[in-house]
């Protein structure tokens, strides 16, 4: 499958670099269960980068993701 380019106009993508520039908390929730929480590091077209307590960054699909909500 072909990874498109990460298109910085759309407002989804600008919402995910502004919550990395604040170092923002977001919980991701991934289905079935399956919530992360962390801070964003980075992102491309495949990809999201969080920072969770543990000691690496944990890679996460964007197809993957079903919702990601600000943790306060």
Request: glycine letters at 6%.
């Amino acid at each position: 499958m072909e990874t498109l380019p990460l298109d910085p106009s759309l407002p989804g993508v600008r919402q995910l670099q502004t919550w990395i520039r604040q170092q923002v908390r977001l919980r991701i929730d991934l289905g079935h269960g399956h919530v992360l929480e962390g801070v964003l590091q980075w992102q491309d077209p495949e990809f999201l980068a969080l920072r969770t307590a543990a000691p690496h960054l944990m890679l996460i699909n964007r197809r993957m993701v079903q919702l990601i909500q600000v943790v306060s």
